[in-house]
């Protein structure tokens, strides 16, 4: 059975160096609670915090002016057996196939979320010359 409160914890004890710091993961950790806030609700309530995924895996911008994450992903701890896959707001919420190793010992599982697109906000880079 999930553990929201132990997941809350983990969560809480995440530290910035945790969690990757390129452009296109501070994007989508800027935007994703106010693009997607029912979605956010819904993870809130497993103790997952969205604006820590585990991983986000972005294309690359588009020429409209937004970012495609083909599934961003967050542990869970606890087991999966009462976890249901949903669909809240045009996103799915689904237990995650394949992802990186999770460091823990403790029971736990990964969900990912799709789609998902947000606005690209970051500052493009200049190229030298």
């Known amino acids: 059975m999930m553990d929201p409160k132990r997941t809350k914890a983990y969560y809480e004890a995440l530290t910035p160096d945790d969690i990757c710091q390129c452009a296109r ?6 935007q994703i609670r106010s693009s997607y806030p029912l979605v956010a609700d819904s993870l809130q309530s497993m103790g997952v915090d969205i604006e820590k995924p585990f991983e986000t895996m972005p ?4 020429g409209d002016g937004y970012i495609q994450y083909v599934g961003p992903q967050y542990v869970v701890l ?3 057996e009462n976890f249901r896959k949903t669909e809240i ?3 799915c919420i689904d237990i995650a196939e394949s992802h990186p190793p999770v460091d823990l010992s ?3 599982f ?3 979320l799709y789609p998902i697109r947000l606005k690209w906000t970051m500052p ?6």
């Open 25 to 30: 993961c501070r994007n989508y950790m800027e």
């Open 59 to 62: 294309l690359e911008p588009d």
């Open 78 to 80: 606890g087991s999966a």
């Open 89 to 91: 707001a045009g996103v």
């Open 106 to 108: 403790e029971a736990h």
């Open 110 to 112: 990964v969900v990912e």
């Open 124 to 129: 493009h880079r200049r190229k030298p010359g």
